[in-house]
């Protein structure tokens, strides 16, 4: 299967706990973006890259969440501190450049007890 | 600022009728559209986009959606459902500047009655 991936897939955690997900997108998409879906809700931009760089991180939910992208191929999304709030689907899409589709991954459900 | 507004939360459908998801946007530009669908414990899916070419858009599985800028929407139709067509569906607009983010509607979700 040559399509985005991320783990895991489900994650369990007790408030005040660091979270970190991964996503690997469609090899040679250079542009990778993180969504937050909740319940009942479409999902909800965070943040891009277009390659390594994060070009746009000002959605990010508070500064408890960070991402990275660091050799311009898979990417991380850390949530520190975590809150009951922060329950979700994390979403991780890639495209082959600007204006072009994005395919998702599966997602990341977290929750926060 | 761009927006999606999904008409309906819930349509409930027999096998074999026409479905119909309503969709209006709000946009300062001439937007980009989408649908993507949303099965159970799957990823998202794209399903169409229109980006300013034919206003009749067709996309995988039967569905097809016609954009109509005098009444701002993107109406997704299928002629006929069937029970695999059961499933969450976005409508869904796009950023224009360079980051082209989506901007989702809060879904419809279909039901198809044997």
């Known amino acids: 299967d040559t399509g985005v991936s991320q783990d895991p897939r489900h994650k369990i955690t007790k408030r005040g706990q660091n979270v970190t997900f991964r996503c690997d997108p469609i090899?040679?998409?250079?542009?990778l973006y993180w969504y937050r879906q909740t319940l009942g809700q479409g999902p909800e931009f965070l943040t891009y890259?277009?390659?390594?760089?994060?070009?746009?991180k000002s959605r990010l939910l508070s500064d408890r969440f960070s991402a990275e992208r660091p050799k311009g191929s898979f990417s991380t999304l850390e949530i520190q501190r975590t809150e009951q709030g922060d329950s979700a689907m994390y979403l991780c899409?890639?495209?082959?450049?600007?204006?072009?589709?994005?395919?998702f991954g599966p997602g990341t459900r977290l929750l926060v007890l | 600022a761009q927006s999606v507004t999904q008409l309906d939360s819930h349509v409930s459908v027999s096998e074999g009728t026409p479905v119909l998801l309503r969709c209006n946007y709000s946009?300062?530009?001439?937007?980009?559209l989408f649908w993507y669908v949303q099965h159970p414990n799957k990823g998202l899916q794209l399903l169409l986009k229109?980006?300013?070419?034919?206003?009749l858009v067709k996309g995988i599985n039967g569905f097809e959606a016609e954009f109509k800028k005098s009444e701002t929407s993107f109406h997704l139709t299928k002629p006929s459902a069937h029970m695999s067509d059961a499933a969450e569906y976005f409508c869904v607009v796009s950023d224009r500047d360079g980051a082209n983010n989506l901007f989702f509607g809060t879904g419809t979700r279909l039901t198809v009655i044997p």
């Open positions: 090899s040679e998409h250079n542009r």
């Open positions: 229109y980006t300013s070419a034919a206003t």
């Open positions: 890259f277009q390659n390594e760089a994060q070009l746009e």
């Open positions: 899409a890639s495209s082959a450049g600007l204006a072009q589709t994005q395919y």
């Open positions: 946009s300062s530009y001439s937007p980009s």
